[in-house]
């Protein structure tokens, strides 16, 4: 089955700096790759994903890129804040219609004011 | 569309009792998952299922736990009976379908059994 790992497990920037996140998979016909944040007290919420025909995407100061040759994948968020503090976690899912996403382990992000 | 809709929020039950856990899927969407976290163990899977029918409950931890979809909006996970080691926040998500699409959690439910 598919594994996912995520890393660094803990992250903590200054806020203004940049945060980057990094997951590695291991089944190549995983095609799918959402991001998720976690806040204190709340279910983990979908922030942004990125499919296997495309190689970066970005929404204002959060971005995804993709190695599908080095079966890599990476979260990118630029000028933290301290909303940005939360646990994010990286999965991975097949494009079949028979698959559910495997999650990595999670990375605790704290930005300090 | 209010979301992932998971009921109640908190439960405090005795070791013994029975356990019930609610949840509303968002309207149209085909795929239910629970999962519990916990600070030791993270983030598990316990049964998802699809267009009603359990495709995979190899996450299901013992023969205490159960989950039931009685209709294509609604879900159960029942604890039968409970332990202190049950104590955890069990969430479920639903999405569209299997494969490539994102979940939407519910809020979850903190549950402690003393």
């Known amino acids: 089955g598919e594994n996912v790992e995520q890393h660094p497990s803990t992250l903590s920037v200054q806020e203004g700096d940049s945060a980057v996140i990094k997951c590695t998979y291991s089944?190549?016909?995983?095609?799918?790759f959402p991001w998720y944040k976690q806040e204190l007290g709340k279910g983990p919420q979908l922030i942004i994903d990125?499919?296997?025909?495309?190689g970066e995407k970005k929404d204002q100061r959060i971005a995804v890129t993709l190695n599908k040759t080095a079966k890599h994948f990476s979260l990118h968020i630029t000028e933290t804040q301290p909303e940005d503090s939360a646990v994010y976690f990286c999965?991975?899912?097949?494009?079949?219609?028979?698959?559910?996403?495997?999650f990595g382990d999670g990375t605790t992000l704290t930005v300090k004011p | 569309d209010a979301g992932v809709i998971q009921s109640p929020r908190h439960e405090v039950t005795e070791m013994g009792q029975e356990v019930t856990l609610r949840c509303k899927l968002i309207?149209?969407?085909?795929?239910l998952f629970w999962y519990r976290q916990t600070m030791m163990r993270g983030l598990e899977l316990l049964i998802y299922?699809?267009?009603?029918?359990?495709?995979?409950d190899s996450g299901m931890p013992e023969d205490r736990f159960s989950a039931k979809m009685p209709n294509a909006s609604f879900s159960t996970l029942k604890i039968q009976p409970s332990e202190p080691r049950d104590s955890a926040v069990y969430f479920c998500?639903?999405?569209?379908?299997?494969?490539?699409?994102?979940?939407?959690f519910g809020s979850g439910t903190r549950l402690t059994v003393v």
């Open positions: 998500a639903s999405s569209l379908a299997l494969g490539n699409y994102g979940y939407t």
């Open positions: 089944d190549s016909a995983s095609n799918y």
């Open positions: 990125i499919r296997s025909n495309v």
């Open positions: 999965a991975a899912s097949p494009g079949t219609n028979a698959g559910k996403s495997t």
């Open positions: 309207s149209g969407h085909n795929s």
């Open positions: 299922f699809n267009n009603n029918v359990p495709i995979d």
